[in-house]
Nanobody
Framework: QLQASGGGLVPAGGSLRLSCAVSGRSVIHYVMAWFRQAPGKEREFVTAIRWGDNNKFYGDSVRGRFTISRDNAKNQVHLQMIGLKPEDTAVYYC?????????????????????WGQGTLVTVSS
């Protein structure tokens, strides 16, 4: 089970930190990811991290502004967002999948993930 939290309203240029808590099983062998979906748009890949080797992948629109990290002890993954823009407004979802050494291009797709959290809303005001 995945539980996302930390969403809220923030002005443009501001920062926000999202968290995803994983319960029920160890995350050591997972790939953890964040996706987002803006109103009227398709779900978009944001970032992912392999739990095993800490390798990270970012979407082009967030690279350099967003950072994914993990907390092994707490079984959590975090998304630190800085320099937020109105176009970052969306519901943010965390997702997980057993790491079977998939290539990064596959991990950028929704279909790579079987486990999803409920989503947390991020609103960036202009």
């Amino acid at each position: 089970q995945l539980q996302a939290s930390g969403g809220g309203l923030v002005p443009a240029g501001g920062s926000l930190r999202l968290s995803c808590a994983v319960s029920g099983r160890s995350v050591i062998h997972y790939v953890m990811a964040w996706f987002r979906q803006a109103p009227g748009k398709e779900r978009e890949f944001v970032t992912a991290i392999r739990w095993g080797d800490n390798n990270k992948f970012y979407g082009d629109s967030v690279r350099g502004r967003f950072t994914i990290s993990r907390d092994n002890a707490k079984n959590q993954v975090h998304l630190q967002m800085i320099g937020l823009k109105p176009e970052d407004t969306a519901v943010y979802y965390c997702a997980a999948e057993t790491d079977r050494n998939y290539i990064s291009s596959y991990l950028r797709q929704e279909r790579a993930y079987d486990y999803w959290g409920q989503g947390t809303l991020v609103t960036v005001s202009s």
